[in-house]
């Protein structure tokens, strides 16, 4: 049997740690995602705009499932070169959560383009940093009209019944925006 290589263990190591820093900075996001729906408005400095007002949240479970696909739809966007929530074949997060195996009401499959479970951002130095985007929300001040914000965070009834999240996160120098990062927050029963 030959040896590995030097430099093929020099590459699995590199590949790895890369993995492996990678998932601590979705970790991260995922937790200061948490904190901030724990108390928003202790966050408004950070984000950029006041949360005053904004009400504790439940804390959101990590779900490998949502992690799975929210990670395919930042892989794509990247490779694909675009940023929409209808990817180029014409679904939306709806129609890949179902299809990977979560639960979701029937009527939310009727139209494949659908999605009501997904906030997409580009750009960013890291994982925590978009979050930090999506939940400054362009500088919206009204609440109501923060979409991201909305859904990150649980303001109104229908987001805050949320209560899975996945994230995925890329990191490609030479696509359009360099990095993506893709939220899916749901709970199998609405």
């Known amino acids: 049997m030959k040896k590995p290589s030097l430099l093929l263990f020099i590459t699995l190591f590199f590949t790895q740690a890369s993995i492996h820093s990678q998932n601590d900075l979705v970790k991260e996001a ?6 901030v729906r724990a108390n ?6 950070e984000v950029g705009v006041s949360l005053s007002g904004i009400k504790s ?4 479970k ?10 395919a739809k930042a892989e794509d966007l990247a ?10 074949k014409g679904y939306g997060m709806n129609y890949y959560v179902a299809k990977a195996g979560y639960k979701l009401p029937k ?18 130095s890291d994982p925590k940093a978009a979050i930090i985007q999506l939940l400054n929300d362009n500088d919206e001040k009204d609440h109501n009209k923060a979409g991201h914000r909305v859904h990150l965070l649980g303001i109104d009834e229908f987001f805050g019944k949320g209560v899975d999240i996945g994230i995925g996160w890329v990191n ?5 925006y360099t ?7 749901a709970r199998h029963t609405w």
């Open 107 to 124: 009527e939310w499959l009727d139209d494949p383009s659908a999605n009501y479970v997904e906030s997409l951002a580009a750009g960013s």
């Open 172 to 176: 490609i120098p030479n696509s359009e």
């Open 40 to 45: 928003p408005s202790s966050y408004s400095n």
């Open 30 to 35: 995922f937790l200061y995602l948490n904190k």
């Open 79 to 88: 490779k694909n070169e675009y940023f929409d929530h209808v990817d180029l």
């Open 62 to 71: 990590w779900n490998d499932t949502l992690a799975k696909v929210a990670q």
């Open 179 to 185: 990095t993506y990062l893709v939220v899916v927050i």
């Open 57 to 60: 949240r439940h804390a959101l």
